[in-house]
C-alpha cells in the first residue's frame, strides 16, 4: 500500500489508484487507530511540500521502504531518520525548474514594475485622472542568487537574457561558472540590486536572510524568495518593508503557510503569490509522473529516476 500524507494533484491521486492500494491520510478520523489498523501494509509514502514524512510517521511504518515526495524540496522529510533505516527517497527534480524559474523572474518584474498595481489603477478608473507612477527597472542591473543549483543556475540564465550582472552566494564556489562569487550572503546583498533566494531549506540556510541582509540589500534593494519562507525571518522583513528600509519583494513562500503576514497587504511594492511556482498544468502532471515512475521503478526492483537516498 501507498500513504498519500494530503490532498494533492488530482491526476496524481487517480494514477496511483490505478496502481496500489491507496491510503489517504487525511480522512482518517483517527491516525493512531488508522496507523495501528493499516501500518503493516504501507510500504511507500507520497508527501509534498505541505506534509511529508517526520520521524514520527517514519517510526510508525515498520514496513515502510521507500518516500516519494511530490516536490524538489526535501525539507518535510527527515532524511538523517530515513538513511539511518535505510529509507530510499525520491524527489522531482528538473520537470519545474523552468517554472520555478520563470515564475521568479515574473515576480522581480512584477515588483519593480509594479505591473499588478498598475493593473488596479486602470481598473479602478484612476487613468482618467493621470498616469501610474514610475517604477523601477530590471534590465541591466545586477542579480545577487542565493543557491545555484537546477533553479537558481535557471534564473541567472534568464537574468543575462536581459542584460543583468549576476552574482552568487552558495557553500561553495562552482567550477565552470563565471559568475562573480560571494562566500558571504551579506557580502552578496550589499553589491546587488535584485536578491533571489533559490536554495534549499537547511538548518544552515534557514533565516538565511536575516536583518543584517536585509539592510545590506537596502532601501533600494529588491528581494524575491522562491525557496521556502523559512528562509526568511519574516517580522524582520515586515519590519523592513514597512520602514521603507527594503525597496521591495516578491514572494511566493511564506514561514507559516496559508498565513500570510497582513501588514503587506498594503504594500504597492509588495507582490505575493499563494505558492504556485511549479502550478502549471505541464510541471504538475510531469511531477505526479515521476512520482509513480519512481514508486513503480522501486517495486520492480529497477534504478530509481531521481534518487535522493
Ligand atoms: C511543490 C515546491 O510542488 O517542489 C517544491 O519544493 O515547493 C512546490 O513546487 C508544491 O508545494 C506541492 O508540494
Keep these: 500500500g501507498v500513504l498519500m500524507t494530503c490532498p ?3 491526476y496524481l491521486e487517480q494514477e496511483l489508484e490505478k496502481r496500489f ?7 482518517t478520523a483517527s491516525r493512531p487507530e488508522f496507523l495501528k489498523q493499516n501500518s503493516e501494509s504501507i510500504r511507500a509514502v507520497v508527501g509534498n511540500t505541505v506534509s511529508g ?10 514496513n515502510l521502504e521507500i518516500v516519494s515526495t511530490y516536490s524538489v524540496g526535501l525539507d518535510k522529510i527527515d532524511l538523517v531518520k530515513c538513511r539511518e533505516k535505510g529509507i530510499k527517497v525520491t524527489n522531482t527534480p528538473d520537470v519545474l525548474t523552468d517554472d520555478v524559474a520563470d515564475l521568479a523572474i515574473g515576480l522581480a518584474l512584477a515588483t519593480a514594475r509594479k505591473i499588478l498595481a498598475a493593473d488596479t489603477f486602470l481598473r479602478n478608473g484612476f487613468w482618467k ?3 501610474f507612477e514610475l517604477t523601477t527597472k530590471f534590465s541591466g542591473k545586477s542579480v545577487g542568487i542565493i543557491g545555484l543549483g537546477r533553479i537558481g543556475s535557471a534564473i541567472a540564465k534568464r537574468a543575462e537574457a536581459f542584460g543583468c550582472s549576476i552574482s552568487y552566494n552558495s557553500r561553495s564556489r562552482k567550477r565552470n561558472v563565471s559568475y562573480k562569487y560571494y562566500s558571504n550572503v551579506i557580502d552578496l546583498a550589499a553589491n546587488c540590486e535584485f536578491l533571489f533566494v533559490s536554495c534549499a531549506l537547511t538548518e544552515e540556510t534557514r533565516h538565511i536572510i536575516n536583518r543584517e541582509v536585509i539592510d ?9 524568495n522562491i525557496g521556502r519562507g523559512s528562509h526568511v525571518d519574516e517580522p524582520e522583513l ?8 527594503l525597496g521591495g519583494a516578491g514572494f511566493d513562500v511564506y514561514e507559516n503557510e496559508p498565513n500570510v503576514p497582513e501588514k503587506l497587504f498594503q504594500l504597492q511594492n509588495v507582490v505575493l503569490l499563494s505558492h504556485v511556482g511549479s502550478d502549471t498544468f505541464e510541471t504538475c502532471k510531469a511531477m505526479a509522473d515521476l512520482v509513480i515512475a519512481n514508486l513503480e521503478a522501486h517495486f520492480l526492483g529497477r534504478p530509481l529516476l531521481t534518487a535522493v537516498l
Excluded at 492500494?21 to 480522512?27: N, T, V
Excluded at 515586515?238 to 528600509?245: C, K, N
Design 129 to 131: 485622472n493621470g498616469d
Design 21 to 27: 492500494k491507496l491510503f489517504r491520510f487525511w480522512e
Design 8 to 10: 494533492m494533484l488530482s
Design 53 to 62: 514524512a517526520d520521524s514520527e510517521l517514519i517510526d510508525s511504518l515498520s
Design 216 to 224: 545590506a540589500l537596502g532601501p533600494k534593494g529588491i528581494l524575491i
Design 238 to 245: 515586515v519590519s523592513a518593508l514597512l520602514q521603507g528600509r
